[in-house]
């Protein structure tokens, strides 16, 4: 099923979202024609990617001096 045996998905969170935020995962997911559980994890894994995109570019400016720092 899975070329490499390191993408098979085994570890799971729980998180809890409240009737407001279940029904606009719902609709969101039915939107992108995704089961809301697929959906959410698609768009978790995109954050944590865009995320680690910012950190690496934050990581790799030079170092600047605050302003009125000597």
Request: hydrophobic fraction near 40%; avoid cysteine; aromatic fraction near 6%.
């Amino acid at each position: 099923m899975y070329a490499d045996p390191r993408d098979i998905r085994k570890h799971a969170y729980k998180v809890v979202f409240s009737d407001s935020e279940k029904a606009r995962l719902d609709a969101a997911a039915q939107a992108a024609k995704a089961q809301p559980s697929t959906y959410i994890h698609d768009q978790i894994m995109e954050a944590v990617q865009q995320l680690e995109a910012a950190l690496a570019a934050q990581n790799s400016e030079p170092n600047r001096t605050a302003v009125g720092a000597e």
